[in-house]
């Protein structure tokens, strides 16, 4: 079990860069008591101060970027995974674009505890610029998703009308767990409602890849 915190500077702006992570600050292994095991890394990142250096490699991904112009956004993220969709929103409210249908579904162990950025997703649904906002809590007691496949799968005849118009999808996590997961969830939702076999719905999220209709930011 891990209890965690997050630090981000202010939003992107045009000289500015936003990121966000996790700050480790304790275990519990086998259901024990909480032990003091700050994070490395985490812990140096938080310990600075505004002004100091960060050294960073960037990374492309050139595909993963929202398009406003299409049948809609849906962004699947789970712990800080759900950071590059503060910009996708922000560019969606900054366009002017109020008809963009946008279902955004996050995930993360406990709902008070790791909920990164609930607050600024909450204003955008309020604002309807968020037009769909769906969580899952892992380890929370009576949570009725635990994964976000799990809102996918109960949620998926919604999805498929997503889909039968052309709604783009942007997936950021892990790839181990949460990218092959959804990943697998879209195939099953594609072989019940489109009635296909399961190589005719890896052959359709083939080249909705290909179409950059189905978009990954996802890491080991």
């Known amino acids: 079990h891990v209890t965690s915190d997050h630090v981000t500077s202010d939003h992107v ?8 992570f996790n700050h480790v600050t304790s275990i519990r292994e086998g259901g024990g008591e909480w032990g003091d095991v700050p994070g490395v890394c985490t812990s140096w990142l938080r310990s600075l101060n505004t002004g100091d250096p960060i050294y960073i490699y960037r990374r492309k991904n050139e595909s993963f970027r929202p398009d406003t ?9 789970a712990g ?3 950071a590059p969709f503060l910009g996708f929103l922000d560019h969606v409210q900054e366009s002017g674009m109020s008809d963009v249908r946008t279902l955004l579904i996050t995930g993360n162990r406990y709902k008070d505890l ?3 950025y609930a607050d600024y997703f909450k204003e955008h649904s309020d604002s309807e610029v968020l037009t769909h906002y769906r969580t899952a809590h ?9 994964y976000v496949q799990d809102i996918l ?4 005849a919604e999805i498929g009308k997503w889909l039968d ?3 783009r999808i942007f997936v950021c996590g892990d ?3 949460l990218g092959a997961a959804v990943f697998s969830t879209f195939k099953t939702i594609l072989c019940d409602l489109k009635n296909v076999s399961e190589s005719e719905a890896l052959q359709i999220l083939s080249e909705m890849k290909k179409n950059k209709q189905y978009c990954e930011d996802i890491w080991s």
């Not at 112009?69 to 993220?77: A, D, H, K, S, W």
């Not at 892992?138 to 635990?146: L, M, T, V």
């Open 13 to 20: 702006t045009s000289s500015s860069i936003s990121f966000v």
């Open 69 to 77: 112009t299409g049948g809609g956004l849906i962004m699947i993220g």
């Open 80 to 82: 800080t995974g759900v």
């Open 114 to 116: 790791d909920s990164i």
């Open 138 to 146: 892992s380890r929370d007691e009576g949570s009725q998703c635990k």
């Open 153 to 156: 799968s109960r949620d998926s």
């Open 165 to 167: 118009s052309n709604a």
């Open 175 to 177: 790839a181990k767990g």
